[in-house]
């Protein structure tokens, strides 16, 4: 991830992030042994961009699990504190892990209060595996999948679950304009 067509995929995932979820702010975090690194940030968390914070909370809870985190946390829940760049505790939170565990995307305080919806939660797993998959440092063409794979997957798709279908384009065609 040294590239700066890198850089711009991930901001452009966390940007879908926060939309998709109508949240006030989000992140995507790298983690390794020393933590996780903020490495793209919703508007107005640019400067935390480096910044490694710890894997704790919902944030190890989504790591370890292998699955996503939903919160409305109370008032004494420090470990969520800073979740997605948030000033202290956020009213609302949701964590989700790309497939190989290296990558969390956050997101923070739901527009209009209350809790995440299981489509936020849908919509952010697809994203950190989008996430995932840009970090991966691997670029083999034998791990990616034919076009023609991708096309016949999507259709199946189309038909299956329009709504989610629309979801997903809508993903593919931003990440697609980010990479001209």
């Known amino acids: 991830m ?8 991930l901001q452009v995932i966390v940007t879908e992030a926060v939309a998709a979820t109508r949240a006030t702010q989000g992140w995507l975090l790298v ?3 020393a933590g996780a690194t903020v490495v793209a940030a919703s508007d107005g968390l640019a400067g935390r961009t480096g910044e490694v ?16 985190s939903a919160l409305l946390p109370g008032p004494a829940d420090t470990t969520n504190a800073g979740v997605a760049g948030w000033d202290g505790i956020p009213p609302s939170l949701l964590v989700a ?18 809790g995440f919806a299981f ?3 849908e919509a952010l797993e697809s994203l950190a595996a989008i996430g ?12 990616v999948p034919p076009p023609a794979r991708l096309g016949a997957e999507l ?23 980010a990479a001209r």
């Not at 914070?53 to 996503?68: C, H, K, N, S």
Request: hydrophobic residues 45%; negative net charge.
């Open 132 to 143: 995932a998959a840009a970090v991966e440092e691997r670029h083999d063409a034998d791990d």
């Open 2 to 9: 040294s590239t700066e067509l890198d850089r711009r995929l």
């Open 97 to 114: 892990p790309g497939g190989d565990g290296r990558v969390l995307v956050e997101v923070a305080g739901k527009v209009g209060g209350g």
């Open 155 to 177: 259709a199946a798709l189309a038909a299956a679950d329009a709504r989610r279908y629309r979801d997903v384009a809508r993903m593919l065609e931003t990440l697609l304009a």
């Open 53 to 68: 914070v710890p894997v704790e909370g919902a944030r190890g809870f989504a790591l370890a699990a292998g699955q996503a």
């Open 119 to 121: 489509e936020d939660i």
């Open 31 to 33: 983690v390794d042994d």
